[in-house]
């Protein structure tokens, strides 16, 4: 990793991201806080958070051509520079408006369709093929250890701080990351412009390539089932805490479910520190199925066992395994895809993955609420395990 981080031009992209990280993870923290505080509704809370997601799956598609067709670095620039604007609203003046929150939301939902494809993008052309996935783990690695930080400290940031302060800190790290960004040399796009066919026809056209091309298809397809089951890892673990290792004690479930997400998020940069290893004795293919099969059976184990030290264990194997596997997958489509369309098709992953996600909450929810937190467990890692299986069976395309 540090080889990739010699290179200047990644360097200041690694930099710029883990500023712009800061600014995500207190805003994920703090809104639904001061969502929760102002009007005592879970469900408000939740419907801010589900916003932002709902915007990329929504909008990312219809604007997937932007890092095709023009300079990656002033994408990246303004989606971190409007992002500033949009979190300085908060306290400016929507502090106690509930569609002020999710406007605020839909906004950073739709900066970051532009934002994230358009850094998918350029990674590949900063560095070579051999440095690829040490390169997209370090762009992974400032979310994951910041979650460290930050777990369990929501309450806390806006307690001490207050609510205005730290929306404020939130702007102006995504203000930073800005100007670091401009320090970058200028990144055109790869392709070959609009063509006769227009804006909407490479939004088509994108569509299609995605649906054609062996590796997206094959990628896409097996991550999307994925990601929907392994999602109720996501809305599940606070029910399980709560009912069955605190005996109801919300207070005390709290405290298990910030030890459960702590164990998941150390497990996760362990994983992005060994994913280079483990790609480097194994095939990207290899290490993608079988990361996808331990984060499975991880998962399913947890709602067997109702001892305490045993779940912290296999949270920490998700975590672990999760990077093992999303990292390689992102390399097997960067490396598979024609670099004018990899704008598009980025896109189209960050949407289908969010989709999916949001699915596998409410089902999570769901099966939580009918059938119980360890059989939902159960259920989640059976279907992440046979996602696996099936992309075993179907067989990788040569990249």
Known sequence: MLKVLQNPDFARLFISNFISEVGSQIYRVAIPVWAY??????????????????????????????????????????????????????????MESVAG???VALLLGVLQSIGDPAVNTVVPELVGEEDLDAANSLIELPRRSLEMIFMGIAGVLVGLLGAYAAFWIDAVSFALSALVLLSL??????????????????VAGGLR?????????????????????????????PVLATQVFAGGDDKLGSMYYGFMEAFFATGAVLGLLAVTTVTKRFSRPLAFLGGLAVFGVAELLIGVFEFWWPVLVFQAVMGFANQIFIVPARSLIQLGVEP????????????????????????????????GPQAA???????????????????????
């Open 185 to 202: 040399r200028p990144l055109p796009a790869p392709g070959d412009g609009m063509g006769k066919s227009g804006y909407w026809g490479m």
């Open 37 to 94: 505080t102002q009007t005592d509704s879970a469900l408000t809370a939740a419907m801010v958070i589900a916003a932002q997601f709902f915007a990329k799956m929504v909008v990312g598609p219809l604007l997937s051509p932007l890092p095709d067709l023009y300079d990656r670095r002033q994408l990246m620039f303004w989606s971190e520079a409007l992002s500033a604007v949009a979190v300085a609203l908060l306290p400016l003046f929507f």
């Open 340 to 371: 004018r369309f990899l704008g598009r098709v980025m896109a189209a992953w960050g949407a289908v993955m969010g989709g999916a996600a949001l699915v596998g909450m409410m089902l999570g929810g769901f099966l939580a609420q009918f059938f």
């Open 209 to 237: 390539y995605v649906l054609s091309n062996p590796v997206t298809r094959y990628v896409i397809g097996v991550l999307a089932p994925a990601a929907m089951f392994g999602a109720i890892d996501a809305t599940v673990p």
């Open 377 to 399: 467990f159960i259920i989640g890692g059976g279907g992440v395990l046979a996602a696996a299986l099936f992309g075993l069976v179907r067989g990788v395309p040569k990249v």
């Open 101 to 103: 929150w999710v406007l």
